[in-house]
């Protein structure tokens, strides 16, 4: 098993940045990618970024593209998404999940472990 925990939420004004982080543990090295997804009240959860343990690659939601980016530190199995310019619509419950396999990085239902969110609240 893989546990992810997420930190970093919390109330910022618009134009603000905060940076989420989503350690892992347990049976790490079944994970080959995390990605950021995310869910506000009333809709659907969302796909956020994504980033490869191995190679780097890295993707982005149209949304977030230019504002937010994503990074990981391989020795401390934590990954970070760091979110700059952000709007009110930016708020959300921010999740990380991993997988273990290959596919559509964007895609929820093919990630494995989830982590149990942070909320993000971003003022106008």
């Known amino acids: 098993q893989v546990q992810l925990v997420e930190s970093g939420g919390g109330l910022v004004q618009a134009g603000g940045s905060l940076r989420l982080s989503c350690a892992a543990s347990?049976?790490?090295?079944?994970?080959?990618?995390t990605g950021w997804f995310r869910q506000a009240p009333g809709k659907e959860r969302e796909f956020v970024s994504a980033?490869?343990?191995?190679?780097?690659?890295?993707l982005f939601a149209d949304s977030v593209k230019g504002r937010f980016t994503i990074s990981r530190d391989n020795a401390k199995n934590t990954v970070y998404l760091q979110m700059n310019s952000l709007k009110p619509e930016d708020t959300a419950v921010y999740y990380c999940?991993?997988?273990?396999?290959?596919?559509?990085?964007?895609?929820?239902?093919?990630?494995?472990?989830w982590g149990q969110g942070t909320q993000v609240t971003v003022s106008s």
């Open positions: 999940a991993g997988r273990g396999g290959g596919g559509n990085y964007n895609r929820a239902n093919e990630y494995d472990f």
């Open positions: 347990g049976r790490t090295a079944s994970v080959i990618a």
């Open positions: 980033i490869s343990w191995s190679s780097g690659f890295t």
